[in-house]
């Protein structure tokens, strides 16, 4: 099994680029995101913990969404892989996940970063905010915080798989083909034969 976080700051490009990773390597995408909402309207029991936490305004704990992404692996014993996207994004979730995984007999196999200066990255974020709903791509005082948060928080999730030597930097500027090249190129690299 082969599993990937795909990393990078808002605007980086990690949707488009796990839409095209998902459909050549057949992987499963484990968006937190998608994964909160499913098992709330699903009203299972770590859904309704999660919508007790979102219905007052707090983060869901590490804890909550760990038992969710533990469910998905369950659920999908026969996986080539996951996809893992917004999640971790703190070195104590990284050890979370790592733990997890380890008493699947699994791990993460590559972190692949994506590199967007942060020019590119507003440039890019004000672009989606003309055709998306979300507000908070329309501001750029709002979007230099969103990519401050990410390097003071989420930044060091990279460093801490570095240690291990499962890191691999991509630059994510140029086309959407030329960076999937790239991408697809590391991931070869690592994967058996």
């Given amino acids: 099994m082969f599993n990937l976080i795909l990393f990078g700051p808002p605007g980086s490009g990690k949707g488009t680029q796990s839409e095209k990773l998902i459909e050549k390597f057949g992987w499963i995408h484990l968006s937190t995101g998608d994964l909160l909402r499913k098992e709330i309207a699903n009203a299972s029991q770590l859904g309704l913990e999660a919508k007790a936490f979102i219905d007052k ?3 869901v704990p590490d804890e909550v969404v760990i038992g969710m ?3 998905a692996l369950d659920a999908n014993p026969n996986a080539k892989g996951f996809l893992f996207d917004g999640f971790p994004r703190t070195e104590a979730q990284a050890e979370a996940l790592d733990n997890l995984l380890a008493g699947k007999g699994s ?3 590559l972190v692949l970063a994506l590199e967007v200066s942060e020019e590119e990255l507003v440039a890019r974020l004000l672009n989606r905010g003309l055709t998306s709903s979300r507000s908070d791509d329309r501001d750029e005082n709002v979007i230099r915080k969103r990519l401050q948060e990410y390097h003071n928080k ?3 999730v990279a460093d ?3 240690k291990f030597g499962k890191v ?3 630059k994510g500027e140029g086309s959407i083909d030329d960076i999937f090249r790239l991408l697809v190129a590391k991931i070869e690299a690592k994967q058996p034969a």
């Fill in 160 to 162: 801490y798989y570095a």
């Fill in 57 to 59: 305004g707090q983060l």
């Fill in 168 to 170: 691999a930097k991509i």
């Fill in 107 to 109: 791990e993460i196999s």
């Fill in 154 to 156: 989420t930044a060091i």
């Fill in 69 to 71: 992404i533990g469910s």
